[in-house]
């Protein structure tokens, strides 16, 4: 082989090694082990246990990024399942009454910079960045009383819609 192909090779490599870093997609569940997990993805964000003896790793991918990604293994460390949890499926499950451990349980920490507090409604509003059914970025807002620390209500918003706003035109595509 070429240098030239050398050096093609080693940056496909490394992007390839990139991406796995990202979201840990070379790892397949039923397979791969916790260890392998924070070796290609490092250290979670957050990470509690499980009723069953397993473990959940959160991957917050933001506040730019799209994604936040939850790994499941059982009591030995076996991966169970990696997906990304930012998506209307998982949002759906948010209900009126839910405590902020609930809703970080279901879709992982919000991006702290753009947590707000309308003194005027007693209002705190957790934010999440993601790609929409559309493929396009959003925005996903849940309203809690910050009284009772309970969610009021929740709001998706395009970020084409944040632009008519006043805000800077964000009207990039998701991409897979």
């Given amino acids: 082989m070429s240098v030239r192909g050398q050096a093609i090779a080693l940056l496909l490599i490394g992007l390839l090694g990139g991406c796995a870093a990202y979201d840990g997609l070379g790892l397949q569940p039923g397979t791969a082990r916790i260890e392998e997990i924070e070796r290609v993805m490092g250290q979670p964000a ?3 246990n499980e009723a069953d003896g397993g473990q959940t790793l959160v991957y ?5 990024g799209f994604h936040t990604f939850f790994v499941r293994s059982d009591a030995l460390g076996n991966v169970l399942s990696r997906e990304n949890v930012l998506d209307s499926r998982h949002f759906s499950r948010i209900q009126a009454g839910m405590t902020p ?18 003194k005027a409604r007693d209002e705190l509003v957790w934010e999440w960045r ?3 059914d559309w493929n396009e970025p959003a925005r996903f807002n849940v309203l ?3 009284t009772r620390m ?4 929740t709001l998706s918003l395009p970020e084409r819609n944040l632009s008519a706003l006043g805000g800077d035109d964000l009207r990039a595509w998701c991409g897979h």
């Fill in 101 to 118: 451990d609930e809703i970080v349980r279901i879709v992982g920490p919000s991006v702290s910079k753009w947590t707000v507090y309308f």
């Fill in 150 to 153: 309970r969610v009021r209500s």
């Fill in 130 to 132: 993601y790609c929409d």
């Fill in 60 to 64: 917050p991918r933001g506040p730019m």
């Fill in 144 to 146: 809690f009383d910050a």
């Fill in 46 to 48: 957050m990470r509690w």
